[in-house]
């Protein structure tokens, strides 16, 4: 009873006692500091802090996303640095690794480091336009297709083909606290095909799908990031292609305008320089996309077939929300 005794609630302390904001702030204070050096008389709990490839790629994606609603520049930063860390010290000879402690990265990488890279690298694309971040995606995606895929019955494995040999090679999709990595995956490739034009990727996302196609009917509650890709991939998703300059004005109150409305079933690509054949040849969705007379032009397109170019922000705002 010593170690925390406010005689009253805090309001009725205030209102009864005529004490000001400062001097409950002190009573509060106080006793935080009777209750911490209690506590300090105790063994401390263990402090888990290794770094995981997984969560930090679903950190990289929350940050890329909030830096792109809030355009915050510090949260896309964030990521950036995140991903820069990943890609380059939790890499082994075989892949991504799983784990990174005290300067050392160990442990071969599980499908949900490589599904949560993959995703969090495709978002961070979308917000930055950084063309390194859908390489890395990409190269991502074609590692976990050629080590994690099951080629007889469809869907990803948890574990790689060259991972140390198991009694059996666990494979789910069911959602939970954190999503599964084939649902995950599913979505990124989905993405990636989109952005990329690969059919390779819309077909391995469009397969896992299909394996898990029952369980979608029959238990919808437990697969909720896998009906997220269904969704994508049925829902004709609306290709945003932009072209103009990213440093420019109206390239940014454009984007801030597509990306102002809620519309999770979309990709959106930006191409800053006319003409660039390297950045067409990469991702498909740009070729032919040019700015008017210099003004920042907005394509929007579904199935590839776009509608007709857009410079005033009002009317993409229209017609965005049409679609």
């Given amino acids: 009873d010593n170690i925390l005794h406010i005689p009253k609630a805090p309001h009725q302390f205030a209102e009864e006692e005529g004490a000001t904001q400062q001097s409950l702030l002190e009573v509060l204070e106080r006793s935080r500091a009777k209750l911490f050096k209690e506590r300090e008389k105790r ?4 402090l ?3 770094i995981l490839t997984s969560w930090n790629g679903l950190m990289i994606g929350s940050m890329a996303l909030a830096g792109r609603a ?5 949260y896309l930063e964030a990521a950036r640095r ?27 990488a599980y499908l949900d480091d490589y599904a949560f890279m993959m995703m969090g690298l495709v978002d961070l694309y979308e917000s930055s336009f950084e063309m390194r971040w859908l390489d890395e995606a990409a190269a991502l995606a074609r590692e976990a297709i050629a080590r994690f895929w099951d080629e007889r019955e469809g869907a990803f494995f948890f574990t790689a083909k060259d991972h140390e040999e198991l009694i059996v090679r666990k494979k789910t999709a069911q959602d939970g606290a954190i999503p599964s990595g084939n649902s995950v995956a599913a979505l990124a490739l989905l993405r990636l095909g989109k952005l990329t034009g690969e059919a390779t990727f819309t077909e391995t996302g469009q397969a896992i799908i299909k394996v898990y ?8 509650g437990a697969f909720h990031m896998m009906l997220v890709a269904l969704d994508f991939d049925r829902g004709a998703p609306v290709e945003g292609a932009i072209a103009g300059d990213p440093a420019s004005a109206d390239t940014r109150a454009a984007l801030d305008v597509v990306n102002s409305l809620f519309v999770p079933n979309k990709v ?5 320089s006319p003409g660039d054949g ?8 740009l070729e032919g996309k040019e700015t008017l007379e210099g003004a920042t032009v907005v394509y929007l397109c579904r199935n590839y077939t776009c509608d007709a170019p857009l410079t005033d922000l009002a009317a993409v705002r229209e017609r965005l929300g049409e679609m």
């Fill in 82 to 108: 995140a991903a820069d860390f990943v890609l380059t010290k939790m890499r082994g000879e075989r892949g991504l690794l799983r784990t990174h402690r005290v300067g050392q990265s160990r442990l071969n």
């Fill in 70 to 74: 809030e355009g915050g520049a510090a």
């Fill in 213 to 220: 196609g029952e369980f979608l009917d029959r238990v919808p």
């Fill in 268 to 272: 959106i690509a930006l191409k800053g």
């Fill in 278 to 285: 390297e950045i067409e040849e990469k991702i498909p969705l």
């Fill in 48 to 50: 888990d802090d290794k």
């Fill in 43 to 46: 063994v401390k709990p263990g």
